[in-house]
C-alpha cells in the first residue's frame, strides 16, 4: 500500500534558521510528489512538483529535492510569514494524491 | 479567474440531517476532485471527476455520500444523515491535467477554501 510520512512532526525555528523538512514515500511508480503550504482554516496552496530521483525546484526561500524514497523541502533563513503546514503528497494510480500528515512550522521572529 | 469557490465555508448541522456542498472548479480545468480533511491529518481521497463522468470512488465513500458534476463544470457533494464523524474540512481541488500524459512541468491540483462541517 501506498505510503507517505512526514518529519517532524512540528518545527520551531527561529527567523533566519534554515532547516528541512522530510517527505518519505513508499508507491510503485511515481508519478508525481507534490509539495503544498497549509495555512489554519484554508486549503493546501501549491508549491512544487517533482517527477523524478536528481530533480530540484526553488521558489524564493523553499528549495524542493527529490530521491527515489524521499524529499525534502529546505527553508533557508525562514521569516514569520512561513509560517505554516507543510504537505507532502504523491500522485498514486488513476488520479489521486496520497498526502502525509504534514509538518507543522512555527518561525519565531 | 477567482480559483477554485467552494460553499458554505461553514456549516452546522445535526446528526440524521442531510447536507450539500457545492465547488466551482477553475472554468478550463476538466477534472474535479474532493478530499476530506480531519484535524491534524492531511487530505484524505473522497472521488474525482473528468467533465462530468466519475472516474473513482474511494473505498472510505459510504452511500450516504454522493457526488455530481452534470454538466462538467460545478460539482455538488451530498451527505445524508449526517454522523458525528462526518464532522471534518471538505476540500474540492480541480485540474487541467490527468492521465498518462501528465508528466513534466510544475504542475499541481488547484484546492478552494474549503466547507468546515460540523456535526452536533
Known amino acids: 500500500e501506498d505510503q507517505v510520512t512526514q518529519s517532524p512532526e512540528a518545527l520551531r525555528l527561529q527567523e533566519g534558521e534554515s532547516s528541512s523538512l522530510n517527505c518519505s514515500y513508499t508507491?510503485?511508480?511515481?508519478?508525481?510528489l507534490f509539495w503544498y503550504r497549509q495555512d489554519p482554516g484554508k486549503g493546501p496552496e501549491f508549491l512544487f512538483t517533482?517527477?523524478?530521483a536528481g530533480e530540484e525546484k526553488e521558489k524564493e526561500r523553499l528549495k524542493a529535492t527529490l530521491t527515489k524514497k524521499e524529499s525534502f523541502l529546505h527553508i533557508t533563513a525562514p521569516k514569520p510569514e512561513d509560517s505554516a503546514t507543510y504537505l507532502c503528497?504523491?500522485?498514486?494510480?488513476?488520479?489521486?494524491?496520497?498526502f502525509g500528515t504534514g509538518t507543522r512550522l512555527q518561525v519565531f521572529p | 479567474d477567482t480559483g477554485v469557490s467552494q460553499d458554505p465555508r461553514h456549516k452546522i448541522t445535526k446528526r440524521g440531517q442531510n447536507v450539500t456542498f457545492r465547488c466551482d472548479p477553475i472554468s478550463e480545468h476538466n477534472r474535479l476532485y474532493w478530499y476530506r480533511q480531519t484535524l491534524g491529518q492531511g487530505p484524505e481521497f473522497l472521488t474525482y471527476f473528468q467533465n462530468e463522468a466519475q472516474l473513482e470512488k474511494s473505498r472510505l465513500l459510504s452511500d450516504r455520500f454522493s457526488a455530481e458534476r452534470p454538466k462538467g463544470s460545478f460539482s455538488t457533494l451530498e451527505i445524508q444523515r449526517t454522523e458525528q464523524g462526518d464532522s471534518a474540512m471538505y476540500l474540492c481541488?480541480?485540474?487541467?491535467?490527468?492521465?498518462?500524459?501528465?508528466?513534466?512541468?510544475?504542475?499541481?491540483?488547484?484546492f478552494g477554501s474549503g466547507t468546515r462541517l460540523t456535526v452536533v
Open positions: 481541488a480541480s485540474s487541467s491535467s490527468g492521465g498518462a500524459g501528465w508528466t513534466g512541468g510544475n504542475y499541481g491540483y488547484t
Open positions: 517533482l517527477y523524478s
Open positions: 503528497a504523491v500522485r498514486e494510480g488513476t488520479d489521486k494524491l496520497i
Open positions: 508507491v510503485s511508480g511515481l508519478r508525481g
